[in-house]
């Protein structure tokens, strides 16, 4: 097949965006300075995110928007103790790098993810 060199140089160009494309949907999206995390009714008790990966020093809030307690709980990095009802608010300094996976002390079920990353995040 003899492709003339414009439509080589389209192809190339092509396939270069579509490869750009890709990598920038597949990077990991790393919150800085605040994220929040709310705390839900939904299918007997919920996060949400149920994942998140922040850079070191970001601060974390965890607000119960549910009708029920809630607690963030997880051994040796961090405990919210007790989070009241309708719109209590925790916040933890994401000080410990690491992948956590945390739980509500009130709802063993309701499960978690927060990654700490130990660098600042290189992207925007």
Do not use: E
């Amino acid at each position: 097949m003899n492709i003339p060199s414009r439509g080589r140089a389209a192809i190339r160009v092509t396939l270069l965006a579509l490869t750009l494309l890709a990598c920038a949907a597949c990077q990991q999206k790393v919150a800085t300075g605040q994220v929040t995390i709310n705390m839900t009714g939904a299918g007997g008790g919920a996060f949400n995110p149920t994942n998140v990966t922040v850079a070191l020093g970001t601060l974390v809030i965890f607000v119960n928007q549910d009708t029920q307690p809630h607690s963030a709980t997880v051994a040796g990095a961090f405990d919210s103790g007790i989070v009241a009802p309708n719109g209590g608010r925790w916040t933890w300094v994401a000080s410990i790098p690491g992948t956590f996976q945390y739980h509500s002390s009130l709802q063993p079920t309701m499960i978690a993810t927060i990654t700490v990353l130990p660098g600042a995040p290189t992207g925007p």
